[in-house]
């Protein structure tokens, strides 16, 4: 059965400006799903969106929102409507870097509307109409950091932690009306996340491709899944041991590998 046909001619997609979100357009155009590609940077997606037009001759519409914003969903619903979403890809998020008593307080909070109020929101509003339909997926990103708490990411790890117990939680609830839910947790890969947060990609980047080519294998067989073997190991190495010594040692892999801004200072 093709996605299309299990899960209907529709998928939203967050943050499909860029990186992961965009290779996730890219994806679902190529197996002839019509797309609502949100982002704000409207430039971007019409780009996308006409390429991936040309290329699968498929519907795309764009929509240019801020999900930080209180009221983003009245304007989405004034596209998505007269549509039946059969795919949800919560993708859109930023994070931060560096010691909490340094970081903006005002893009802490931020990054806790876009990274957890939006996708709650989102679910919420879309899910309804999937549980009346029988069918449904819905996507949440997470990230390798929600396996423990990650100092010099604090905040941004905390988020990452709703993330995945959300979708996990859901996968549950939801999987009585035949809706699949993954939560999808990438580890260090090539794209503008890294330059956003002032951070490095570790020493084993993966690219969009291979994390959006995981998710879509997983989707359906199971709750969540780490992309890349070596972000597996971090995984389910956090879970043995001490709550005291996995932090201590994810302090000091997060400085060393994947925080610019702490690596020059050493």
């Known amino acids: 059965?093709?996605?299309?046909?299990?899960?209907?001619?529709?998928?939203?997609?967050?943050?499909?400006?860029?990186?992961?979100?965009e290779e996730f357009a890219r994806h679902l155009a190529s197996h002839g799903l019509n797309l609502i590609l949100v982002a704000r940077r409207k430039d971007r997606l019409e780009k996308i969106a006409s390429d991936l037009k040309k290329e699968n001759g498929v519907e795309i519409a764009v929509v240019q929102i801020d999900l930080k914003n209180e009221n983003f969903l009245d304007k989405l619903k004034e596209i998505t409507d007269d549509k039946e979403i059969g795919i949800l890809i919560n993708n859109a998020g930023f994070g931060s870097n560096g010691e909490f008593i340094d970081v903006d307080s005002n893009l802490e909070a931020d990054m806790v509307k876009v990274n957890c109020l939006a996708p709650t929101i989102l679910t919420h509003h879309f899910v309804k109409p999937m549980v009346q339909r029988r069918k449904g997926a819905i996507i949440f990103l997470g990230s390798v950091v929600a396996c423990q708490p990650t100092p010099y990411m604090t905040t941004y790890a905390a988020t990452k932690v709703f993330n995945a117990y959300l979708g996990d939680a859901l996968w549950y609830e939801l999987k009585k009306y035949n809706i699949d839910v993954l939560t999808l947790n990438p580890g260090g890969t090539n794209t503008e996340f890294q330059r956003i947060a002032n951070a490095s990609t570790g020493p084993t980047p993966r690219t969009t491709k291979q994390v959006v080519d995981t998710a879509i294998k997983a989707l359906g067989n199971k709750p969540g899944v780490i992309d890349g073997f070596l972000n597996k190991l971090m995984g389910i190495s956090s879970r043995f041991g001490s709550r005291k010594t996995v932090v201590k040692i994810s302090g000091l892999i997060t400085k060393k590998l994947y925080t610019k801004k702490y690596e020059s200072n050493d």
């Open 1 to 21: 059965m093709t996605l299309k046909d299990k899960y209907g001619s529709w998928a939203l997609i967050t943050g499909a400006s860029s990186g992961i979100g």
